[in-house]
């Protein structure tokens, strides 16, 4: 199992970002995926989640009308578009596969991470 994130960088508050996050090794279709961010010193938060098969999206208050999150299950690929990026938003984020249904074992996978860094 592999998830493998991508994009991170620093960036001028304002800027936009697209993070991605190619897997393989599972079945992408039947997960719900998941991008969360830990910042220095803070718990890992969850940041934006997308059901498998609805494709139901939920965003932290914190990201909402800022952050969009997409998948491709032809691809095995997720990304978190972020727009109006915030100070705030530095952390280092994290690509999250989960089935809850799935065998103990099986039910979360996690990438390495990308740093995103916005700074001035």
């Known amino acids: 199992v592999q998830l493998v994130e991508s994009g991170g960088g620093l960036v001028h508050p304002g800027a936009s970002l697209t993070l991605s996050c190619t897997t393989s090794g599972f079945t992408f279709s039947n997960y719900n995926m998941n991008w969360y961010r830990q910042a220095s010193g803070k718990e890992r938060e969850l940041v934006a989640s997308?059901?498998?098969?609805?494709?139901?999206?939920n965003y932290a208050d914190s990201v909402k009308g800022r952050f969009t999150i997409t998948r491709d299950d032809f691809k095995s690929t997720v990304w978190l578009q972020m727009n109006s990026l915030k100070p705030e938003d530095t952390a280092v984020y994290y690509c999250n596969a989960h089935a809850p249904r799935a065998p103990v074992s099986q039910q979360n996978y996690w990438g390495q991470g990308t740093q995103v860094t916005v700074s001035s």
């Open positions: 997308i059901s498998y098969f609805l494709e139901t999206k």
